[in-house]
């Protein structure tokens, strides 16, 4: 199985700041990576897919990319309505497994 | 506009069975693939199964291999995961999502969520 290793687990940060999440996959996905945005009590909304691609109605705030192993999401001018879990997610081999998440909290 | 409804979690005992359904519509759901995601409590999320748009490819994580079956009925537009022999740890969220691909197959993701349903496996 290919592994997705989400950095860092937990961050906190203030409105206005930029942040960077970084996702490492065990091996080589190319460009089969999607990130998602989960807030408690919801079904996760995705934000990324192509490791770099906008998905339609996402602020352009949202940034990603990536190819091969590494990959980061990028959030600028981070606004109160950015304070979620994200996660990224490898789609390239079975079984389809989900980054182990990092969660946004306000400083 | 695309809607995914799941329906069927509950309270169910250790060793129980339970059927979850997912209802699609504003899409022509049998050209789609589509995916069950579970959460459990406080935890993130897990892929559980995969099922092609025909019906005829079929995955599923290795922590359901054997006791789950996924399943679909595209003139009802509709997909099911059947769960027996229900263990604590089954206990989750469950969630269906469509799956979209980028391109000429480059890349695929999950672009439809249902708003889940929720599994307790407890006695």
């Known amino acids: 199985d290919i592994q997705m290793t989400q950095s860092p687990s937990s961050v906190s940060a203030s409105v206005g700041d930029t942040v960077t999440i970084t996702c490492r996959a065990s091996q080589d996905i190319t460009t089969w990576l999607a990130w998602y945005q989960q807030k408690p009590g919801k079904a996760p909304r995705l934000l990324i897919y192509a490791a770099s691609r906008l998905q339609s109605g996402v602020p352009s705030r949202f940034s990603g990319s990536g190819s091969g192993t590494d990959f980061t999401l990028t959030i600028s001018s981070l606004q109160p309505e950015d304070f979620a879990t994200y996660y990224c997610?490898?789609?390239?081999?079975?079984?389809?497994?989900f980054g182990g998440g990092t969660k946004m909290e306000i400083k | 506009e695309v809607q995914l409804v799941e329906s069927g979690g509950g309270l169910v005992q250790p060793g129980g069975s339970l059927r979850l359904s997912c209802a699609g519509s504003g899409f022509i759901f049998n050209s789609y693939e589509m995916n069950w995601v579970r959460q459990a409590p406080g935890k993130g999320l897990e892929w559980v199964s995969y099922i092609s748009s025909s019906g005829d490819i079929i995955y599923y994580a290795d922590s359901v291999k054997g006791r789950f079956t996924i399943s679909r009925d595209n003139p009802k537009n509709s997909l099911y995961l059947q769960m027996n022999s229900l263990r604590a740890e089954d206990t989750a969220v469950y969630f269906c999502?469509?799956?979209?691909?980028?391109?000429?197959?480059?890349?695929?993701?999950?672009?439809?969520w249902g708003q889940g349903t929720l599994v307790t496996v407890s006695s």
């Open positions: 997610q490898q789609t390239n081999i079975f079984p389809q497994t």
């Open positions: 999502a469509r799956v979209n691909y980028y391109g000429d197959y480059d890349s695929s993701n999950f672009d439809y």
